[in-house]
């Protein structure tokens, strides 16, 4: 019965929440600005407003 439930407990915390928000390549720059009224793209010339826009933005180490 408990290797049952360690293996349950396991499993579920193994679990990985996939988001939709694109990935970024490496060496890609985002660019915040905070004063913004609305987000852009992240770019230079259009910025996202606010650093939770960057982070719920997916990276990847390559």
Known sequence: MARGLIA???ALTG???VTDAPASAAGTT???DC???TAG???LAAPLDSIGQANARTYSPR
């Open 8 to 10: 349950a407990a396991l």
């Open 15 to 17: 679990t990985v929440a």
């Open 30 to 32: 985002v660019h915040v």
């Open 35 to 37: 004063s913004r009224p």
């Open 41 to 43: 793209d992240g770019s």
